[in-house]
């Protein structure tokens, strides 16, 4: 029986061992993070190479912190995820890099409020379309 105990016992951690490594050299791992107050823009580079921009406003969390607050980001140990402590906020990087920013419910506010935008532009071509007994009919 303790042969059997040792061999399962060293098959798993090599299964282990691969999906860590797996995990450390994959897209979603940050190798830094940095907040550039000039550009307001949180910057993380992934260990592929990639560089990611965000501005914290679309963050959740973090869009009420100072410049001083958003440059004290911090790694996780493994480069999954961004913490920042003063303001107790916790931020996945392979959420990032797939867009999204925070909770379900986040995510649905950000939606909403962009929808809601409206230009000049827009709102003339709605009276205009209201005038004409509304939205034109498609034609496919």
């Known amino acids: ?49 990639v560089v990611l921009m965000l501005p914290p406003r679309l963050l959740q969390g973090l869009q009420d912190g100072t410049p001083g607050q958003l440059a004290r980001v911090r790694l996780s140990p493994q480069g999954g995820g961004l913490r920042w402590d003063e303001l107790d906020v916790d931020l996945g990087v392979a959420g990032l890099a797939a867009g999204v920013f925070g909770s379900r419910i986040w995510m649905s506010e950000l939606a909403r409020q962009a929808g809601s935008r409206t230009s000049p532009r827009k709102a003339a071509a709605a009276r205009e379309n209201g005038r004409r007994g509304g939205r034109p009919r498609s034609r496919s």
């Open 1 to 49: 029986m303790s042969d059997w105990v040792d061999r399962e016992l060293r098959r798993s951690f090599r299964r282990a061992s691969r999906v860590g490594e797996a995990v450390r050299s994959g897209a979603s791992r940050a190798v830094g993070a940095r907040y550039d107050a000039r550009k307001q823009r949180l910057v993380v580079e992934l260990a592929n190479g």
